[in-house]
C-alpha cells in the first residue's frame, strides 16, 4: 500500500491564495500535453543527452520564453484568416501611428506587445485560469495600414475587424494610436444590423474632437464612432479623463452630447465598485454589447513611460485592472483595443507588459463569466454586412 499523502492547508483557509491552490489542482493538462506532443513532431525529438525527453530539438511552444516566433503568448500564427471562426479569441495588430500628433511610434506597439507577451504563461494563480486549457487562440498577425494616410487606413481596420467580429472569434486588438478607435468600432458596427454598442473607455483623454490638425486624428475617434447609429453617445463611458492635455474642443462635444465622464478623483471618491455600476448602467442602456477601448496612458505616467502623451496623477495598475475586470466579468463584451503603446519610448517594456496584463486579464474574466468559450455566436452578430448608419446630429 502507498502512504497517503496529506493534504495541504493554508493558515488562512479562506484567503485569495488559499482558494487558488485549490483551482488549480481541477485545471486540466490536455493543451499542454498536446503543445509537448505536437513540438517532438514538428521539432524532432530532442539530443540523446537531454534527459527531459519532452524538450524537441527545436522550440516549438511555450519554452523557453526567450526563443520562438513573437506571437502573441506565442500563440499559433494563423496565415489563413477565413479560418478566424475556428477560434475563440482572434488576436490582431494593427500598426498605425499616422494618426499621433506629437509622439509617433505606435505603430510599433503591436511588435512591443507580443514581444514582452513571451514573458507570460497561459496561467494565472490568483483567478484559477489556464487560457490553454480552456479557450482556443490565435494570432492573424496585422491589419495591412497605409503610412501617411489615415483614410485609407481606417478602411483597411474596418473591414479587418468586421470579418474577425463576424466569424464569431472575439476580437483583440493591438494598437496603434488611438485614431483606430473609429474604424475598430465602425467594423463591428457594420455586423450589428439594428443592435447597439456602448463603449467604456479608459483614458487621461476625451478624444472627442472632429479634426485635429485638419485630419481625423488619435484625439478624434469617439465624434466619428459615436455617430454611427449602432454606437450611441450616450453610451459613450469615459474612465480617468482629466489633466493638462484635454483640448477644450473635445469638452464642448462631450457636453453637447452628453457622454459619460469620471475624472480619477471622481473614481478614488466614489470607490471602485461605485464606478463599474455607473460605466455598466450607462454603456448597457439600451445596447447589446459593450466595446472596451482602453488606452494605456489612462495609467499613471510612471508606470507608462512608453506611451505617446504620458499624463501624471493617472489610475494605478491594480485599480485599472480592477474596474477592467469587474467590467468584462458583469458585461456582455465584443471586443477589446489596448492603443497607445509607444515602444520607442518605453523603459524595460514595462508599457507594453502593462498592456499584455490587460489583455491576459480580459481573457481570463470573459473565461470566468462563461463568455468564453462560446458555444454559439452571440444574438448581437448580424451575419450580413451592412455599411454604417449616420446620425445626424450635425
Same mark, same amino acid.
Given at each position: 500500500m502507498t502512504e497517503e499523502q496529506p493534504t495541504f492547508r493554508h493558515p488562512n483557509e479562506s484567503s485569495e491564495a488559499s482558494r487558488a491552490? $485549490?483551482?488549480?489542482? &481541477?485545471?486540466?493538462?490536455?493543451?499542454?500535453?498536446?503543445?509537448?506532443?505536437?513540438?517532438?513532431e514538428f521539432g524532432l525529438e530532442g539530443a540523446a543527452s537531454i534527459r527531459d525527453r519532452t524538450i524537441p530539438t527545436f522550440s516549438r511552444g511555450e519554452l523557453p520564453h526567450y526563443a520562438g516566433i513573437n506571437t502573441f503568448l506565442k500563440a499559433p500564427y494563423l496565415e489563413d484568416v477565413r479560418q478566424v471562426g475556428n477560434y475563440d479569441i482572434a488576436i490582431v495588430g494593427?500598426? =498605425?501611428?499616422?494618426?499621433?500628433?506629437?509622439?509617433?511610434? +505606435?505603430? /510599433?506597439?503591436?511588435? #512591443?506587445?507580443?514581444?514582452?507577451?513571451?514573458?507570460?504563461?497561459?496561467?494565472? /494563480? $490568483?483567478? #484559477?485560469?489556464?487560457?490553454?486549457?480552456?479557450?482556443?487562440l490565435c494570432d492573424l498577425g496585422d491589419i495591412f495600414t497605409i503610412p501617411g494616410n489615415n483614410e485609407k487606413s481606417f478602411d483597411q481596420i474596418s473591414k479587418g475587424i468586421a470579418h474577425i467580429f463576424s466569424s464569431g472569434a472575439f476580437p483583440i486588438v493591438l494598437g496603434g494610436d488611438h485614431s483606430i478607435g473609429y474604424p475598430t468600432v465602425r467594423g463591428v458596427c457594420r455586423h450589428l444590423g439594428d443592435r447597439k454598442v456602448g463603449i467604456i473607455h479608459f483614458?487621461? &483623454?476625451?478624444?472627442?474632437?472632429? +479634426?485635429?490638425?485638419?485630419?481625423?486624428? =488619435? +484625439? @478624434?475617434?469617439? /465624434? =466619428?464612432a459615436n455617430n454611427i447609429k449602432n454606437a450611441p453617445a450616450k453610451n459613450l463611458v469615459q474612465l480617468g479623463i482629466g489633466g493638462w492635455q484635454v483640448p477644450r474642443q473635445g469638452v464642448k462635444v462631450c457636453r453637447e452630447r452628453q457622454t459619460n465622464i469620471l475624472t480619477v478623483t471622481d473614481i478614488t471618491e466614489i470607490g471602485l465598485d461605485s464606478t463599474v455600476d455607473f460605466a455598466l448602467e450607462r454603456a448597457l442602456d439600451g445596447t447589446d454589447c459593450v466595446y472596451i477601448s482602453f488606452d494605456i496612458d489612462c495609467i499613471d505616467a510612471g508606470f507608462v513611460p512608453g506611451t505617446g502623451w504620458p499624463e501624471p496623477g493617472?489610475?494605478?495598475?491594480? $485599480?485599472?485592472?480592477?474596474? %477592467? #475586470?469587474?467590467i468584462v466579468q458583469k458585461a456582455p463584451v465584443c471586443g477589446l483595443e489596448v492603443v497607445e503603446v509607444s515602444p520607442p519610448y518605453d523603459i524595460s517594456d514595462m508599457t507594453s507588459l502593462m498592456a499584455t496584463r490587460v489583455i @491576459?486579464?480580459?481573457?481570463?474574466?470573459?473565461? %470566468?463569466? #462563461?463568455?468564453?468559450?462560446?458555444?454559439?455566436?452571440?444574438?448581437?452578430? =448580424?451575419?450580413?454586412?451592412?455599411?454604417? /448608419?449616420?446620425?445626424?446630429?450635425?
Open positions: 491552490l $485549490e483551482k488549480e489542482q &481541477h485545471l486540466p493538462l490536455t493543451g499542454w500535453q498536446q503543445e509537448v506532443s505536437q513540438g517532438l494593427v500598426p =498605425h501611428d499616422s494618426g499621433t500628433t506629437y509622439r509617433p511610434g +505606435t505603430r /510599433f506597439g503591436p511588435q #512591443g506587445i507580443r514581444r514582452i507577451s513571451a514573458l507570460y504563461t497561459p496561467y494565472n /494563480f $490568483e483567478l #484559477g485560469v489556464d487560457l490553454r486549457e480552456q479557450i482556443t483614458d487621461r &483623454h476625451v478624444d472627442t474632437q472632429e +479634426t485635429d490638425l485638419d485630419e481625423r486624428m =488619435h +484625439t @478624434c475617434p469617439w /465624434f =466619428h493617472g489610475l494605478l495598475p491594480r $485599480e485599472a485592472l480592477y474596474l %477592467l #475586470g469587474k @491576459c486579464d480580459t481573457m481570463a474574466h470573459l473565461v %470566468l463569466s #462563461g463568455q468564453l468559450p462560446r458555444q454559439e455566436k452571440p444574438a448581437y452578430i =448580424h451575419p450580413k454586412a451592412q455599411p454604417e /448608419f449616420l446620425s445626424d446630429w450635425r
